[in-house]
């Protein structure tokens, strides 16, 4: 939209150079003479200058000296000066002598008089201007009255040139002045006809027009050869504006059909560079006579509305559709040229007042959005509407029952009580108007469905709104807090994620103790195929077992204290008995160690257990659980991201293919592994990934597509050549060198952008300002009015109640006795008044 | 551990014995035993005295006709016990849920006696240090360096028993009976002796001076059964209901001002007790003159010699004689056992009857000196409830706290909370807070910013008159900035003769928020902690100088800010806005998008989802929330790609726009108030 007005603009530019270069007299705009005498000695043949002749006495009396003043510039860039002539006081000449020429303005070419105006038909700039080159283009300009007129104009007009038609509400207006200065321009090429009767108006156009609205026909007289032929007219669809009459003009003075034979890309009209589409007709040898019709067609038909090219596809190699027999470039700069496959020419026509319609519609919104956007800002935008999507989500949800029967409310009177009920007692601490805590209590009641009927799980919750007492003694802080309450035992809080699945597998797996002590050989190895102990095993869990000799108490304490803070998210056992060694030793470690029994194959890895700290311990086990070649989900990221390294993922359509999966699993278990996490993405299984996609490119790479982002250092993407590359361990692996040889340039980088508040808040501080001086920035300034009664406009009503200062208050307690024992004796008015004594 | 301490206890100083205890409280009263209970938690060394043989001796007596006008409310419709406090003005505050005021009076307003029974109960079941039967009848200082605060006090009963402490709590409360000389004030029988039988009144003219709770509970009491009872005061009456604060008259006693209005004989009238006289006629009648016209004359030279001022004006409003005159004026603190070295001096203006004390309660004279309940209402006299039981058991606990950093080290208690749980912290605390409720505008929850702003602090009930000292005076630092969040009432809303009932008096909407007229939360953000000078030049009638933002909760016609739109949206972005940060809660799906296209995460999923707490959310209200358009939907994405790739924001702003419409309030239930 800028841009096109910048390309106008400069058009225009243009056409008042053209119009200036009549030599011009100074740059000052009005000129002043002191006599006469003075002005007419100097006046130059063919020079055109509009003056006006005032005594010196009273300088500036009449207020339309002003207009004519302020028009001077403006007449200038058509070669008109404007001069103001001082009479002397003695001087009666033609000019000055007679009072009423005071009042007039005069217009010479050279010192011919061309015509005297009336200060009334000089009210303003636009009228000064229209009029005075309406005078100077008497002949380029006809005026016309009558329908007859202006058809007998037409009929000489033919075949020689076109005729511009316009109609003015009324002369002395913007689009009269609109019109003149057009013709200016113009009236050599083509016959300017004007008038201001209204039935002309009517005749020429065909629907019900405005009377008070201009109006410009493009009559094309020229291109007519039978005399009994009419012209064909182009109407002018906008406002009458210099802009847009220049344009219109443009568009009709091109030619209608143009024949191009090079690259539609780098083919520029006029239409594109006045914002219109250019449609190509793609033409051919044998078909070139038809086709040159049809576009001429179509030319007619979309005259003013877009441009019409032939092109020749012998001529120009193009790389399309042998079918394709239409093209559509559009003026937006990168957009391509669509070639289309149309069968009538009824569909190329609307195919452009289409689009045209959705560019007007889009400008129109951008403009209403302008609009509301200034709207917005005056009234703080949307502060009030809910941007936080966990709230709005609950809100919206709250009208719903939640089917919480499984789940038992806990009161204070109850808590203690319930906990010795059942082996288990699982309780969700929430507060029942926070957002977070509700959402999760959602997922709780699905967790209920789930586990219903699992032995030795009582599922509770209490509510801390109601029972805060209660929460402060169970030391929750935070809502919402899982916890589950063993009989005898330290209770175990919930650290994960608050999902369904997350929190049945936390209530499942937190059934037995963590670390299960195994007591035998036959248990430790059905524990690591995963069917010891029963209540665990329809779970897909990778197990995870310690395995100690006696020596290594430490180690096992370790791991213990592991388990505890683990528990309910790792599957942990532990065996230390007098065979233990030969049990690690299966599998290549001795003691102490963790024998680590995958979910999915029952593969068991042996791991020598070095660490002897809780904390590291912790930290290893959570490390080796984490897979080498792992499908990234929402739930499992954090888990990666807390590697703190580069990913290098695989955003996949579905599945991975085997050859893709074994590829990655290669690299990743090669020499790479340090260095980044290899992982990929299904885009079916989490759809979010199609957000990432859309963020990281501008055009849709075809999948699956291989990235590396650099989460943490700099934030850069990088795209494996693929198609092109097939994804292989060692294309990628060079690849990878290349990128971190700055080889590479980046797709996407990640936005650096900090989290700031969404929109602004209101501004009480500023709102309360006006009515509470007392809270200026300098309090304690004595000099501060006292504040006004009425706060807000709009809050009249809020007017307080009239106060006269009640009687009794006024007086200062140590009133003296001479001021009060009169008004006690009543001896005044105000004294009858029972209340006054 | 009691032991030890008594054993050391004694000691000998210029040959007489002292008891020596770190905390003496003088008064087994409310204030006295909820200071007492807080001690014995604490495990300090304290003892509190108290002159008659029973707690709450003020209430074995007073008030006269025996109904308390402290509510007593049963029935809230809430079962948090913290809240409940906010309408349970006679409980003092314990661990014990025995020891809960509607455990032992189902009455609205309960009789005297069972708050003496209620104070019985509360020392002995708790245990409390009271030694009964010992009136301190003086207290004075002596120097020492090596005492907590230079010197120790020497205290003295009755039986010259003397006592020594480190700190001293006064809780005597205010019984001293405030009495007015004037000629013929001997004939004024006072509140404290008057009959509560109105037998005694029948068929008789009363005139009361005062006009306070007492007068009206008075009159009350007899306006059945005399002639007519007149009232008179210096200033107008002043009606709680108007001007909010409980001290004033209470509508529960106001059965003269119906009958005054209504032309039933009684009546009120102002004027300044000092310039009144009485004189008695033979027939025992009590006339009302002015002292004006007894100038020179001897009252005692009979009725017949004084001029009335009837004679002058023969319709002068009191001339009809009464039968008696009652005085109801109230009570003043006994300043009478302090020495001189402790230089209790009484306030200035209206707050003459309370000696003068900092806002942090200590005595202006005295440092270690502590004013305790009722005698403590000069901080917020005629404006809070400071001088009750529901306001003093907060500043007591206050009180304490102050100590507790002060003389053992242990810093106002706190909670360190993550930055996301900010404005649930708040909401939390607006809602259920008994103390912020009752001492409105005196004491302030305060959080306390950590660096960067990933977590803060929070402190509850603090002296707001002690802002500037808070650092000192709590252990903690302010260095981040600072919340302070307090209750407020709509400047000039309420008052003495304001109409409170006025149309529209209620604000509805989150906007006019600041228009509030009722008690509402008010938020005052400060980039530094207020300096002393700034404190003090702070603007008339406000409780704190000028914030760098505030924000107000708007009022609520159910005091329940927990509105998702109306409450907790703006509040968070004025939250958000001071803290420059994004305070919204997010889904775990959206943290992952984050996680993947942005460098830094928005608090909520850094300090969850990171962490590996993403919240997960259910399929409905993942279906919610793509409704609102604040979640997208990719399960149905076309990957071929016909849109501009780049307009993934901007479709989200488009569906934030088109389906997000603005919740307008309805007006008409808004503002039932009004109605």
């Known amino acids: 939209m800028s841009t096109q007005k910048g390309r106008w603009d400069s058009s225009l530019v243009f056409l008042l150079f053209c119009a200036s270069s009549i030599p011009r007299s100074g740059s000052v705009g009005l000129q002043q003479e002191l006599s006469p005498q003075h002005y007419f000695s100097g006046l130059e043949a063919g020079k055109a200058s509009l003056a006006f002749f005032t005594p010196t006495v009273s300088p500036g009396a009449q207020p339309f000296l002003e207009q004519i003043e302020s028009s001077a510039e403006a007449l200038q860039d058509y070669g008109i000066s404007v001069v103001k002539v001082n009479c002397p006081k003695e001087d009666v000449s033609r000019y000055c002598g007679k009072e009423n020429a005071l009042r007039k303005a005069f217009l010479f070419r050279g010192n011919r008089l061309i015509r005297e105006f009336p200060t009334d038909a000089l009210f303003d700039v636009n009228s000064i201007i229209a009029n005075v080159l309406f005078a100077l283009l008497f002949n380029e300009v006809k005026y016309v009255e009558t329908l007859a007129d202006l058809e007998n104009i037409e009929n000489v007009l033919k075949g020689k040139s076109s005729m511009v038609f316009a109609y003015v509400p009324a002369t002395g207006t913007a689009e009269h002045r609109a019109v003149m200065e057009a013709a200016f321009v113009y009236g050599t090429t083509h016959q300017f006809v004007l008038t201001t009767e209204a039935a002309l108006l009517k005749a020429t156009s065909h629907d019900d027009p405005e009377v008070s609205s201009a109006w410009l026909l493009f009559c094309h007289c020229q291109q007519v050869t039978d005399p009994a032929q009419p012209c064909r007219r182009t109407a002018l669809g906008q406002p009458l504006t210099l802009l847009n009459i220049h344009r219109h003009l443009k568009l009709m003075g091109a030619p209608l059909v143009t024949e191009v034979a090079e690259d539609p890309e780098k083919v520029s009209t006029v239409h594109l560079q006045l914002g219109l589409p250019l449609v190509f007709i793609l033409s051919q040898k044998e078909t070139y006579e038809a086709d040159r019709r049809t576009a001429e067609f179509v030319a007619w038909q979309l005259l003013g509305k877009a441009g019409v090219a032939l092109l020749s596809r012998d001529l120009v190699d193009l790389n399309v559709l042998h079918r394709s027999n239409v093209a559509l470039k559009t003026p937006e700069e990168g957009m391509p040229i669509q070639y289309l496959v149309l069968e009538d020419t009824d569909e190329v026509i609307t195919l452009v007042e289409d689009k045209n319609k959705l560019k007007q519609m889009q400008e129109d919104e951008q403009q209403e959005e302008e609009e509301e956007e200034d709207e917005d800002e005056k009234e703080n935008n949307n502060q009030d509407i809910q941007d936080d999507q966990v709230l709005e989500a609950v809100s919206r949800d709250k009208k719903r029952e939640l089917p919480l029967e499984q789940v038992l409310v806990l009161t204070e009177e109850n808590f203690h009580s319930s906990l010795s009920e059942a082996a288990r007692t699982v309780v969700l601490f929430y507060a029942s108007w926070e957002a977070v805590s509700l959402a999760v209590l959602r997922s709780y009641s699905e967790v209920a469905a789930h586990l219903k009927g699992t032995p030795g799980v009582l599922l509770c919750r209490v509510n801390c709104w109601d029972w805060p007492g209660l929460c402060s003694q169970e030391n929750v802080t935070q809502f919402p807090t899982l916890r589950i309450y063993k009989e005898g035992q330290q209770s175990v809080t919930f650290h994960g994620m608050w999902g369904t699945e997350e929190l049945s597998s936390f209530i499942l797996l937190s059934r037995v103790s963590c670390p299960l002590k195994l007591a035998t050989m036959e248990e430790a190895e059905g524990y690591l195929r995963g069917e010891f102990p029963s209540e665990l095993s329809s779970h897909h869990h990778t197990s995870l077992l310690g395995v100690f000799s006696a020596a290594t108490s430490e180690a096992r304490k370790a791991f213990e204290e592991a388990g505890n803070i683990l528990s309910g998210h790792v599957r942990m056992g532990m065996y230390f008995e007098d065979d233990a060694l030969a049990l690690s030793q299966k599998y290549s470690v001795s003691p102490p160690a963790l024998l680590l029994a995958w979910s999915g194959g029952r593969s068991v890895e042996g791991i020598a257990l070095s660490k002897h700290s809780v904390q590291d311990v912790v930290q290893m086990i959570r490390y080796e659980l984490l897979e080498a070649f792992p499908e990234i989900t929402v739930p499992n990221l954090p888990q990666y991201l807390q590697l703190r390294k580069p990913f290098l993922i695989l955003f996949s359509a579905g599945g991975l293919s085997q050859m893709e999966s074994k590829e990655m699993l290669k690299l990743a278990k090669g020499r790479a592994q340090q260095a980044f996490v290899v992982c990929w993405l299904n885009l079916k299984k989490t759809p979010v990934g199609h957000g990432i996609l859309r963020k990281y490119f501008s055009t849709t790479p075809s999948l699956p597509v291989l990235l590396w982002v650099n989460l943490h250092a700099g934030g850069q993407v990088f795209k494996f050549p693929s198609p092109e590359q097939s994804i292989t361990e060692v294309n990628i692996l060079s690849w990878l060198e290349k990128l971190q040889a700055g080889l590479e340039i980046p797709s996407s980088t990640l936005s650096e952008e900090d989290w700031k508040p969404p929109l602004p808040a209101y501004d009480f501080l500023q709102m309360m300002e006006p009515s509470l001086p007392e809270l200026s920035p300098h309090p304690g300034d004595t000099s501060v009015p006292p504040p006004p009664k009425n706060a807000g406009g709009d809050r009249a009503t809020r007017e307080e109640p009239s106060q006269e200062s009640p009687a009794g208050e006024v007086g200062s307690p140590g009133r003296d006795l001479r001021g009060t024992a009169p008004r006690l004796a009543a001896r005044d008015k105000q004294g009858k008044r029972h209340s006054e004594l | ?675």
């Open chain 2, 1 to 675: 551990l009691g032991l030890a301490v008594y054993a050391s206890s004694l000691c000998v100083v210029s040959g007489a014995a002292f008891l020596y205890h770190d905390y003496c409280v003088i008064g087994a009263g409310p204030a006295g035993l909820q200071a007492a209970y807080f001690l014995q938690r604490a495990g300090r060394d304290y003892v509190v005295f108290e002159r008659s043989h029973a707690p709450g001796s003020f209430f074995a007596l007073y008030p006269r006709h025996r109904k308390l006008i402290s509510i007593n409310k049963q029935y809230t419709g809430k079962s948090n016990s913290e809240f409940n406090l906010r309408h349970d003005w006679n409980s003092l505050l314990s661990h014990d849920r025995r020891l809960l005021f509607r455990h032992y009076s189902r009455d609205f307003f309960p009789d005297a006696d069972t708050m003496v029974h209620y104070l019985e109960d509360f020392a002995s079941l708790l245990k409390l240090q009271v030694q009964y039967n010992t009136a301190i009848i003086h207290v004075t200082l002596e120097k020492n360096e090596q005492a907590w605060n230079g010197h120790y006090f020497l205290l003295t009963d009755q039986d010259r028993k003397n006592y020594k402490c480190s700190s001293l709590l006064v809780a005597a409360g205010m019984w001293v009976p405030n009495v007015v000389n004037f000629p013929g004030s001997e004939y004024v029988e006072g509140y404290e002796t008057v009959s509560i039988n109105p037998e005694d009144f029948a068929g008789q003219t009363v005139l009361i001076l005062g006009r306070g709770n007492s007068a009206f509970e008075t009159a009350e009491n007899i306006l059945g059964v005399t002639n007519f009872i007149h009232m008179v005061s210096r200033s107008r009456v002043r009606l709680s209901w108007a001007t909010h604060y409980v001290g004033d008259l209470r509508a529960i006693n106001n059965g003269l001002l119906d009958t005054y209005q209504l032309k039933s004989l009684d009546g009120l009238l102002e004027g300044d007790l000092e310039d009144l006289a009485i004189v008695k006629d033979k027939k025992g009648k009590l006339h009302i003159t002015l002292r004006f016209y007894l100038e020179n004359r001897n009252i005692s030279a009979g009725i017949d010699s004084i001029t009335l001022p009837q004679d002058e004006l023969d319709n002068f409003a009191t001339r009809a004689p009464y039968d008696r005159v009652i005085r109801c004026l109230g009570w003043k603190f006994d300043f009478s056992i302090y020495n001189r070295s402790l230089k209790m001096m009484p306030g200035k203006g209206n707050i003459k009857k309370y000696p003068q004390i900092k806002p942090s309660y200590e005595s202006r004279g005295t440092r270690g000196l502590f004013i305790l309940g009722t005698a403590s209402h000069s901080v917020d006299f005629r404006k809070s409830a400071g001088g009750f039981i529901h306001g003093f058991r907060y500043t007591t606990r206050a009180v304490h706290r102050l100590l507790e950093n002060r003389h053992h080290g242990v810093p106002w208690p706190s909670t360190v909370y993550p930055i996301t749980q900010l404005t649930n912290s708040i909401i939390k605390r607006v809602n259920e807070a008994s103390g912020l409720y009752q001492m409105f505008s005196v004491l302030a929850d305060i959080i306390l910013l950590r660096e960067n702003a990933t977590a803060f602090e929070y402190l509850e009930e603090y002296p707001i008159g002690v802002l500037a000292e808070l650092e000192m005076q709590t252990g903690r630092k302010a260095r981040d900035g600072l919340f302070v969040i307090i209750m407020e009432y709509g400047r000039n809303f309420s008052g003495a003769d304001k109409d409170v009932f006025y149309y529209n008096r209620a604000v509805g909407e989150a906007q006019h928020a600041w228009q509030s007229n009722f008690l509402h939360p008010v938020i005052y953000y400060y980039k530094h902690l207020p300096t002393e000078r700034e404190m003090k030049l702070r603007p008339p009638d406000w409780p704190l100088p000028r914030p760098d933002a505030i924000h107000h909760i708007v009022e609520d016609f159910l005091t329940d800010w927990t509105a998702p739109n109306a409450h907790i949206l703006p509040l968070r972005r004025f939250l958000e806005n001071c803290l420059s940060t994004d305070l919204r809660n997010f889904f775990a799906e959206s943290c992952f998008l984050f996680a993947f296209t942005h460098q830094k995460l928005p608090p909520f999923c850094q300090q969850g989802y990171l962490r590996m707490q993403g919240l997960v959310g259910s399929r409905e209200l993942r279906h919610h929330a793509l409704q609102a358009g604040l979640l997208q939907d990719y399960t149905h994405t076309d990957f071929s790609g016909d849109r501009p790739p780049d307009s993934h924001d901007g479709s989200q702003e488009q569906l934030m726009r088109d389906h997000a419409i603005p919740v307008r309030p309805l007006q008409h239930l808004v503002n039932a108030k009004d109605e």
